[in-house]
């Protein structure tokens, strides 16, 4: 969500009075939000000249394919689609909060290409061990229709052996915002994980994954749609940020 919001701050960079409207300097600008880009294509609509000259537009639009916004991370598939934009005078500041819908789409080879990298790696590492002392190695992620199987090795810190981990389950948003693993089944090394040990883990990522925790930071954020297919996943979100009193 970090980096969507970045982006959104970069549009309204774009339609200040002192920026530029020009759909194709708008696409350059954006694309240096990136690593690597293999699509990009924005679109301002039409307004009248006199409202971009105030800060105003009637919609923005952008639509992009290979995205790639830090090293090892891919998305293959970026539309987003602004409601009207206004700013309050000469300064980056929004007059009214800014509203995005956000669809997005992940294959299943890039999901497992942003585990190995180191910044994904440890935030998985400190969701393991805010319990246990676990290292977390060589987690995998598999998708199936509506469901997700994850496999990964454990092993506490201090110990030689390893335990295998296979979880399966449903992910569901509840409220378009918190996260939830339904059915969640666990294995270590081919036995059944005991029923505290799945309510903990399920409690624990639905606690992590609440995007409530954004709203004091003056962003709400909510998951219209969650797919699961066997090659990808597909997520559409609506986000809103709100003006800030700081001048």
């Known amino acids: 969500m970090e980096f969507f ?45 006199y409202q971009l000259v105030q800060g105003r ?14 090293k090892e991370i891919r998305i293959d598939t970026l539309e987003l689609e602004t409601d009207p934009i206004a700013l309050q005078g000469l300064r980056l500041k929004v007059a ?22 180191p910044k994904i790696a440890t935030q998985l590492q400190n969701l393991v061990r805010r319990n246990q002392r676990y290292t977390f190695l060589s987690p995998r992620i598999a998708l199936k229709r509506d469901r997700v199987r994850v496999q990964a090795t454990l092993q506490e810190q201090g110990y030689p052996d390893q335990l295998a981990i296979v979880a399966e389950a449903k992910p569901e948003v509840i409220a378009g915002r918190t ?9 270590a090394n081919g036995q059944a994980a005991p029923a505290p040990v799945v309510q903990a883990l399920t409690e624990t990522i639905a606690n992590r994954f609440d995007l409530r925790s954004l709203e004091k930071s003056g962003i709400t954020a ?15 979100t609506f986000v809103q940020l709100r003006p800030t009193s700081r001048k």
């Open 5 to 49: 919001t970045l982006l959104l701050s970069s549009l309204i960079g774009l339609i200040s009075p002192l920026g530029i409207v020009s759909d194709r300097v708008a696409e350059s600008t954006l694309r240096k939000q990136f690593v690597s880009v293999e699509d990009l294509q924005v679109r301002i609509d039409n307004a009248p000249t």
């Open 57 to 70: 537009i009637d919609r923005l639009r952008l639509v992009g394919r290979g995205l790639v916004p830090q």
């Open 96 to 117: 009214k909060p800014l509203q995005a819908g956000i669809r997005m789409i992940l294959k299943e080879e890039d999901i497992n290409r942003a585990l190995e990298s």
């Open 179 to 187: 996260l939830q693993l339904q059915n969640l089944q666990v294995t």
């Open 222 to 236: 909510r998951v219209l749609a969650f797919n699961v297919q066997p090659t990808h996943l597909e997520i559409s």
